[in-house]
């Protein structure tokens, strides 16, 4: 099906001078408001006329089930209205009913895979989510109506959000090598009936494929570890999500999500970095804590061959070992020399994560995979996630905040699978082609 269609304006400037500024604000205003809503309009009603036309010719349509002696008519045309990012386009569509059966068909909804009584376009709701992902719902609306000419009102944007499917993070094919696991917390909206105060708590789950790229498992919030542990189980079906499992110190994590896992890997940079609070509670003097810190640091900073696992000697690769059993021992040392100078604490934290420090080492010596020894990733994506969940707002729910951190860590740790799945939505398949063909003036 191809047509051409022209676009008619008048311009009506001032013979002196005008403002090329207002020139430009009214030509866009103009053609927001009424040009593009006007030619969407009359593409679609031209193309409806022909689907109707075509379907009583035809009888039976391609995916309509209807009776066997089907034979269409053409009815009325009823009003529909559509809010797109170039306005709000106002048509009107056929219905057609069959003369057999009375089965009532309206072919544009039927072609353009409309819902029954859907009030705007998926490119629209895409417009929305990606605004909203990077500041408050209040500034996006209102950016959305100067820079973009998309009025769309704040409680309307936050419900488009909230009932978005692209948020639905699905299990990655095959085995992850390794599983990062996080929380943060954020300002929740309190609700005194159910006992809610305002600290809701945010924990997110993903993971490191071969090929060294972030896949999302997902976000939950007002759930503990062994809840989520729960539902990764179910989706995987009881099989192993990762071979290691890379986190920090956080407590009851670990121990929840090493059922996901074959072996449990704790953060050096976190290992380092929380030994200085143990310490303090301990009443350590300050030059103590960094003595300290940095003793731990020189100990657990083992790096692995740069070379690939194959060519690597045997020579190294027992020398390796041989400085995983050293470090093991200096620990237990350290440990002791915490334990004789009173700080209980601090000797109990680096005993309790001590078997879990070099597990990254042994992973590489039996699958030559490197695994990463801390969560910087992690770090960085849950940076993005506090600047948005408590920098830009508050008094989210717990659905709100794990929805907005889902759309998040989609965007950020697979973005081509984010592209994909709007291109899937939008149908953008290349079936239609508009070339603009140039201005003239007509009658000056």
């Known amino acids: 099906m191809q047509t ?10 001032a013979e002196d001078q005008f403002s090329l500024d207002e020139l430009v604000i009214v030509l866009r205003k103009v053609l927001h408001e009424e040009g593009m809503p006007g030619l969407l309009r009359l593409i679609l009603e031209m193309a409806d006329e022909l689907w109707a036309i075509r379907a009583c010719r035809e009888g039976k349509l391609p995916g309509v089930p209807c009776c066997e002696k089907a034979k269409w008519e053409i009815k009325d045309r009823v009003a529909r209205q559509l809010r797109t990012s170039g306005g709000v386009v106002q048509f009107n569509w056929r219905r057609l009913v069959c003369k057999t059966c009375r089965k009532q068909l309206v072919p544009m909804r039927q072609w353009l895979n409309l819902e029954r009584w859907q009030s705007k376009t998926s490119e ?6 990606e605004t909203v992902a990077e500041q408050s719902y209040r500034r996006s609306t209102n950016h959305l109506e100067i820079i973009g000419v998309i009025p769309v009102p704040k409680s309307t944007a936050h419900r488009w959000v909230g009932q978005s499917d692209c948020a639905q993070v699905d299990l990655p094919s095959g085995q992850l090598s390794t599983l990062m696991a996080d929380g943060t917390g954020f300002k929740r909206r309190p609700d005194q009936q159910n006992n809610y105060s305002n600290k809701g708590d945010l924990r997110v789950v993903i993971g490191i494929d ?3 790229k972030a896949q999302p498992l997902g976000s939950w919030s007002g759930k503990h570890w062994e ?5 990764l189980e ?6 192993k999500l990762a071979d290691q499992l890379s986190c920090d110190g956080e407590p009851g994590l670990a121990e929840r999500l090493a059922r996901l896992v074959n072996s449990v890997q704790r953060c050096h940079w976190h290992m380092v970095h929380d030994l200085d609070r143990a310490m303090w509670l301990d009443k350590a003097p300050r030059a103590q804590r960094r003595e300290d810190q940095q003793k731990l640091a020189g100990i657990i900073g083992i790096e692995l061959p740069a070379d690939d696992f194959q060519e690597v000697k045997a020579q190294d690769k027992q020398e390796l070992q041989e400085r995983v059993r050293t470090a093991d021992q200096q620990l237990s040392d350290l440990v002791s020399s915490l334990s004789r100078k009173g700080y209980d604490q601090a000797a109990s934290y680096i005993a309790y994560a001590q078997k879990r420090l070099f597990n990254y080492v042994d992973f590489w010596m039996q699958t ?8 910087s990733y992690l770090e960085r994506l849950m940076r993005e996630l506090g600047r948005r969940l408590k920098k830009i707002a508050f008094g989210w729910s717990d659905g709100g905040a794990a929805k907005m951190a889902q759309i998040l860590i989609r965007r950020i740790c697979s973005p081509e699978q984010w592209a994909e799945y709007w291109k899937a939505k939008l149908r953008l398949t290349g079936t239609v082609l508009v070339q603009f063909r140039g201005v003239k003036i007509v009658n000056p």
């Open 4 to 13: 051409t269609v022209a676009l008619s304006l008048q311009a009506i400037l």
């Open 124 to 129: 629209l709701e895409r417009v929305v989510v």
């Open 210 to 212: 071969a090929q060294g």
């Open 227 to 231: 809840e989520i542990t729960a539902e």
């Open 234 to 239: 179910a989706k995987a079906s009881g099989k």
């Open 368 to 375: 030559g995979i490197a695994s990463p020894r801390t969560t």
